[in-house]
T-cell receptor, first 113, second 111 residues
Framework: KQEVTQIPAALSVPEGENLVLNCSFT??????LQWFRQDPGKGLTSLLL?????REQTSGRLNASLDKSSGRSTLYIAASQPGDSATYLC????????????FGGGTRLMVKP | NAGVTQTPKFQVLKTGQSMTLQCAQD?????MYWYRQDPGMGLRLIYY???????DKGEVPNGYNVSRLNKREFSLRLESAAPSQTSVYFC??????????FGPGTRLTVL
């Protein structure tokens, strides 16, 4: 059974810092990996999707990398801003299970002004 | 486009009561999903529907039933609510290959 773990569970940083969020998964047979953002009391918004054949994806100040063989992904946020404060979730889609996602527990990020 | 909509936004039930959570999407997606999110945990899949007319169990289906009413709508029913079903429920939709799009959630408390 696929298990997805995110470390740390919570993170507080001063504005302007570069930071890295970690995601690990136990089964490397994945179709893709996604990073989502969740604001308090809201639904999830997709940030980046990395196909299993890709090593990284970038969107603005966000960069996500994927090392499928070692079961790891990182989300790099450059020059963090208070507006980046949210919970970040990673999710993997297995190779053989349709478009079903297994989620990690999330990292709750607070960026202080 | 409204995207994915869910009703109600909040609900309080007593143990043993029943209710139906409604979900609709206007993106012409074939696949729809129901998840629950508990504190400190990620989302767990309850049921999904890969296409109109089909439904399948996810990781935590016990105590729930679903209906894919048509391509737009996918409902989740609790026949006899239990305190363990207190959670936030999210509906999502997608094409077969694209990312999932999520609704705003329903916050359910069972007393």
């Amino acid at each position: 059974k696929q298990e997805v773990t995110q470390i740390p569970a919570a993170l507080s940083v001063p504005e302007g810092e570069n930071l890295v969020l970690n995601c690990s998964f136990t089964d490397s047979a994945i179709y893709n990996l996604q990073w989502f953002r969740q604001d308090p009391g809201k639904g999830l918004t997709s940030l980046l999707l990395i196909q299993s054949s890709q090593r990284e994806q970038t969107s603005g100040r966000l960069n996500a990398s994927l090392d499928k063989s070692s079961g790891r992904s990182t989300l790099y946020i450059a020059a963090s801003q208070p507006g980046d404060s949210a919970t970040y979730l990673c999710a993997v889609r297995p190779d053989n299970a349709g478009n079903m996602l297994t989620f990690g527990g999330g990292t709750r990020l607070m960026v202080k002004p | 486009n409204a995207g994915v909509t869910q009703t109600p936004k909040f609900q309080v039930l007593k143990t043993g009561q029943s209710m139906t959570l409604q979900c609709a999407q206007d993106m012409n997606h074939n696949s729809m999903y129901w998840y629950r999110q508990d504190p400190g945990m990620g989302l767990r899949l309850i049921y999904y529907s890969a296409s109109e007319g089909t439904t399948d169990k996810g990781e935590v289906p016990n105590g729930y039933n679903v209906s894919r009413l048509n391509k737009r709508e996918f409902s989740l029913r609790l026949e006899s609510a239990a305190p363990s079903q207190t959670s936030v429920y999210f509906c999502a939709s997608s094409t077969h290959t694209d990312t999932q799009y999520f609704g705003p959630g329903t916050r359910l408390t069972v007393l």
